[in-house]
């Protein structure tokens, strides 16, 4: 009892350091150009340095670190959700969904071929590694997009389009891996497409179930419960209120046996159709700015630094796939799209991994060895922070010698040059 008591305040101040380290990292990184995640992985795996020469976790501190971390997740989906304009994607389907095809097949495709075949990843590796590869970072693009006030442009909107469904089909992708993993792991020896089809079929019927509950509140209930919360609280109660239906919700979707993370991409696409809740989501930066970086601290606290040895060559592999999987898989596409500047644009856009592709990759090292090592998951978050730095730097050149602000009229024929 009077060891927990003693280790109370040093938790406090470990939680308290972490969150005014994160806003310096932020506010210093951003000055640069940088993405804040980089800093915060760095700053998670410092931790993990001195906690192995100094054991100043607990493992309980280790444990409120780890909750933290989840909360950080579903905020993290939570507004990737209610950012989400589905009405506005659906409109755009055709003209975005041949770009996204090529994207991930050939991103998701690539990284299982080098996984499983050269790699020798072993099957569920593979499948982890090529999922991940499938989602992009839309935040750290498009911030350089508007920093050049390009996102107006052709090519802008249709980034946004082709990055947003990138992420929805991440999210799906992840949910059906999440569901089978376990059971591929417990069926090694049995044929793998009875396997699949089983689970996926459960994972289906209980994602229609869950998918018509949030349709029906969202449909039905949704506009009357925002309104009458607008009514009783005054700013910034409501978006607070609204945060916790969303983790409500999110917690459903766990006991259904989905993650929680799922649940809450889920939570914020319920509230993304009612422009007015979506306005709400400055109230709920606060709560987001504060739970999020946890996440990446979580993450870098996760890496072994043993496995950083070894994850040097097989991070240099995975981050070739990375980009050709992009640059190709969207750019091609795109080209006939766009003209061959748009292509590259886009291509080299959805080359940054970072958000989706680090929850699913902290998912199978949750899982174990079997599903992902630590080696694997080390070299992952490097390919995440390397194409988080380099990405920005890059498309700020060429967004400068190819400037995107034309009209649309003039955008079109200035790609064919």
């Not at 992009?326 to 750019?331: E, R, Y």
């Not at 990759?361 to 080390?378: C, D, E, Y």
């Amino acid at each position: 009892m009077n060891e927990s008591v003693q280790a109370l305040p040093l938790l406090v101040l470990l939680v308290g350091m972490a969150i005014a380290i994160a806003i310096l990292i932020k506010s210093g990184l951003e000055r640069i150009g940088v993405p804040a995640l980089v800093g915060y992985l760095v700053l998670g795996f410092v931790l993990r340095l001195i906690d192995n020469q100094w054991q100043i976790l607990s493992p309980e501190g280790a444990e409120v670190f780890e909750f933290l971390a989840q909360l950080g997740i579903i905020a993290l989906l939570f507004r990737v959700g209610l950012e989400s304009d589905l009405a506005g994607l659906m409109r755009q389907l055709s003209r975005a969904s041949i770009i996204l095809a090529g994207d991930v097949l050939l991103s998701g495709g690539l990284a299982f071929v080098v996984s499983y075949w050269w790699l020798q990843l072993g099957l569920i590796s593979s499948l982890f590694v090529s999922t991940a590869m499938t989602a992009t970072s839309v935040g750290v693009a498009v911030g350089v997009w508007h920093e050049e006030e390009a996102t107006d442009s052709p090519n802008g909107q249709l980034l946004l389009d082709v990055a947003e469904m990138d992420d929805i089909s991440g999210v799906i992708l992840m949910a059906l891996l999440f569901a089978i993993a376990p059971t591929l792991k417990n069926s090694v020896d049995a044929s793998i497409l009875p396997i699949l089809a089983k689970t996926a079929g459960s994972f289906l019927i209980k994602s229609i179930l869950f998918a018509t509950f949030c349709y029906v509140f969202s449909r039905n209930f949704e506009a009357a419960v925002t309104g009458f919360i607008r009514r009783i609280e005054k700013p910034p109660d409501p978006m607070l209120t609204v945060a916790s239906i969303g983790f409500i919700i999110a917690a459903i979707a766990g006991l259904l046996g989905f993650s929680v993370a799922i649940g809450a991409f889920f939570a914020g696409l319920v509230f993304s159709r009612d422009p007015e809740a979506v306005k709400l989501d400055t109230s709920f930066t606060t709560l987001y700015e504060f739970f999020v970086p946890f996440f990446f601290i979580g993450i870098g606290l996760q890496i072994e630094p043993h496995a950083l040895t070894t994850a040097f060559g097989l991070g240099g592999a995975l981050l070739i796939v990375a980009l050709l999987g992009k640059i190709i898989g969207a750019g091609v596409p795109a080209i006939f799209m766009t003209g061959w500047v748009g292509g590259i644009l886009l291509g080299v856009s959805l080359v940054p991994r970072a958000e989706i592709t680090l929850i699913i990759m902290q998912r199978g090292l949750s899982l174990g060895n079997w599903a992902i090592s630590p080696q694997v998951f080390a070299a992952m978050v490097a390919v995440c922070a390397v194409t988080s730095i380099v990405t920005p730097l890059i498309l700020h050149r060429m967004l400068e010698q190819w400037p995107q602000t034309q009209p649309e009229e003039s955008s079109s024929s200035a790609n064919q040059v």
